[in-house]
């Protein structure tokens, strides 16, 4: 059973304008909430999270938000740039887990110039 | 630092032949993990360890998968036999706190 689920596998979207790219999760307990970015033959990158106790985190043409009644978060990627190209995973921790990151299947995201 | 090194970054292998992985972590993480991607699945936690100990092996798949931590800059991910279906890309990543950082992988194919 998926935990955190990426039901878009991809998404196009050009040059200049907003990526929105989606995450939604099924358990309650999860607390702090990551995206990350991967390019092909790399590993994956860590990009930006977010915490439960907040609705909103910002960094540059990135942010994260996070709906937990529905248990749902969005990372929004404005001005979208060819370079922000690459597969995006959302993933999702508890606390009671430790440290172990549970991740979605990943989007795909094309930026066409 | 080199980040998280997995070797070998190719494996191709025939079925029955048993399969080592490697990772070294980044210097003072004190969690490591194995991952592997599919197209269907994303990324799977395979196992993770905690200061060299297994804390939770319950994304291995079969018996025929084991991991080792013998100290803190060293881990193998083991498959014997391998099989066709275990045909994927295995990441290690290391952590100390919640962000974790992943090597380049091991795309590994089983013939």
């Known amino acids: 059973d998926q935990q955190v689920k990426q039901n878009s596998p991809s998404l196009s979207v050009q040059e200049g304008r907003i990526s929105i790219l989606n995450c939604d999760y099924t358990?309650?307990?999860?607390?702090?909430f990551l995206w990350y970015k991967k390019y092909p033959a790399e590993g994956p990158t860590f990009l930006i999270s977010?915490?439960?106790?907040?609705d909103k985190n910002e960094d540059g043409r990135f942010t994260v938000f996070l709906n937990k009644s529905a248990k749902h978060l969005s990372l929004h990627i404005v001005p979208s740039q060819p370079g922000d190209s690459a597969v995006y995973f959302c993933a999702a921790s508890a606390r009671e887990y430790g440290n172990k990151l549970v991740f979605g299947a990943g989007t795909i995201l094309r930026v066409k110039s | 630092d080199a980040g998280v090194i997995q070797s070998p970054r190719h494996e191709v292998t025939e079925m029955g032949q048993e399969v080592t992985l490697r990772c070294k972590p980044i210097?003072?993480?004190?969690?490591l993990f194995w991952y592997r991607q599919t197209m269907m699945r994303g990324l799977e936690l395979l196992i993770y360890?905690?200061?060299?100990?297994?804390?939770?092996d319950s994304g291995m798949p079969e018996d025929r998968f084991s991991a080792k931590m013998p100290n803190a800059s060293f881990s193998t991910l083991k498959i014997q036999p391998s099989e066709p279906r275990d045909s994927a890309v295995y990441f290690c990543?290391?952590?100390?706190?919640?962000?974790?950082?992943f090597g380049s992988g091991t795309q590994l194919s089983v013939l």
């Open positions: 990543a290391s952590s100390y706190g919640e962000k974790l950082f």
């Open positions: 360890f905690n200061n060299n100990v297994p804390i939770d």
């Open positions: 358990n309650s307990m999860f607390d702090y």
């Open positions: 977010i915490s439960s106790i907040k």
């Open positions: 210097s003072g993480h004190n969690s």
